[in-house]
C-alpha cells in the first residue's frame, strides 16, 4: 500500500498521539480533510490503523530519540546487507559483528521505547517482550525501517521480507556456486534436506505468528471501537439524566409556585368571606 496523500508532518503527529486518542484524532483529521474538499486525502486518513502500544511507543521515541532510532535502523540495514551478501557467496560485512552492533542498538532503543510506556502508565517490563519482538520485525524488513524512520510505524500494511530466515548469529550459509578455479563443496544431501526442513518450518512459524499478530490487532480495533461505542451511550445517558434532572427541578419549582398560588387565591376568598 502506498503512502496516504496526506503529509508525513501530520502523519506523524498522528501516530505519536496514545492510541486511546488516535481514532478522535484520525476522525478530525477526516473532518479537516473533507472541509478542504481534499476527497482523495480524506479517504486515504480514513483507512489509517490504529498503531498497537509498541508501535506507538516506537514512534515516540524516533520524535523524541532520532539519533538512537538512526543507530538502530543503520545497524539493521548493515545486518540485512551482510546476510543478503552471504546469500549470494559474495563479500560484505561481518555478520557477526553486524548482528553484535544490532543487539546492542536494539537494546538501546528498546530501554527508550519502555521509559515511554511508563510515562504512559503501562506495565513497561510486560510490555518489553512485544517491543522487542516489533523491533526485530523492523530491523529484517526495509519498509517498516523507513516507517520507523519517519515515526509512522504502524501506518500500513508491511510484508515480512525472509532475509534472515535459516540464519542464526554467526552462521554463514552455503555460497552460491560460482565460475572458479575452485568451486565451494555443495552440502550433502542429507544436510540439504535437513536445511530445507528447517527452512520450511520457521517459515511456518513466522507466517503463524503474523497471523496470530493480525488477529489480535482485528480484536484490538474491534474492541476499542467496543468500548468507544459503550462510552459515547454512557454519555448519552448521562446527559439525557441531567436533563431529566433539570426537568424535575422546572416541575418542582412549577409545583410550589402554584401552591403559593393556591394558598394567596384561599386566603383571599376567606378574607372576602369574612367581609360579607
Request: aromatic residues 2%.
Amino acid at each position: 500500500m502506498g503512502p496516504p496523500p496526506v503529509d508525513v508532518s501530520i502523519l506523524r503527529e498522528l501516530y505519536t498521539t496514545p492510541p486511546a486518542q488516535f481514532v478522535a484524532a484520525r476522525n478530525q483529521l477526516v473532518t479537516e480533510r473533507r472541509a478542504a474538499k481534499d476527497r482523495e486525502g480524506a479517504a486515504a486518513v480514513g483507512k489509517l490503523r490504529k498503531p498497537g502500544m509498541a508501535d506507538w511507543a516506537l514512534n515516540v521515541v524516533a520524535a523524541e530519540h532520532g539519533d538512537d532510532i538512526a543507530a538502530f535502523l543503520t545497524a539493521a540495514g548493515t545486518v540485512r546487507d551482510a546476510q543478503t551478501a552471504a546469500i549470494e557467496g559474495r563479500d560484505g560485512p561481518d555478520v557477526r559483528a553486524a548482528l553484535r552492533d544490532l543487539r546492542e542498538h536494539s537494546g538501546q532503543v528498546l530501554t527508550r521505547g519502555q521509559e515511554v510506556l511508563a510515562g504512559a502508565g503501562r506495565d513497561a517490563a510486560t510490555e518489553a517482550g512485544t517491543v522487542a519482538g516489533r523491533l526485530a520485525e523492523v530491523a529484517g524488513n526495509a519498509e517498516a525501517s523507513a516507517q520507523l524512520a519517519a515515526g509512522v510505524l504502524g501506518s500500513s500494511v508491511v510484508v515480512p521480507e525472509e532475509v534472515f530466515s535459516g540464519l542464526e548469529p554467526g552462521e554463514r550459509p552455503a555460497p552460491r556456486r560460482r565460475t572458479r578455479s575452485v568451486s565451494p563443496k555443495a552440502p550433502s544431501n542429507a544436510e540439504a534436506v535437513t536445511q530445507t526442513a528447517t527452512a520450511r518450518e520457521r517459515k511456518r512459524e513466522l507466517t503463524a505468528a503474523t497471523k496470530a499478530r493480525e488477529t489480535a490487532a482485528r480484536t484490538a480495533e474491534r474492541a476499542e471501537a467496543a468500548v468507544e461505542k459503550a462510552a459515547a451511550a454512557v454519555r448519552n445517558a448521562e446527559r439525557q439524566l441531567e436533563k431529566s434532572r433539570d426537568a424535575l427541578a422546572s416541575a418542582e419549582s412549577d409545583r410550589d409556585d402554584a401552591a403559593r398560588t393556591l394558598a394567596e387565591a384561599e386566603e383571599a376568598l376567606q378574607r372576602a368571606a369574612d367581609a360579607t
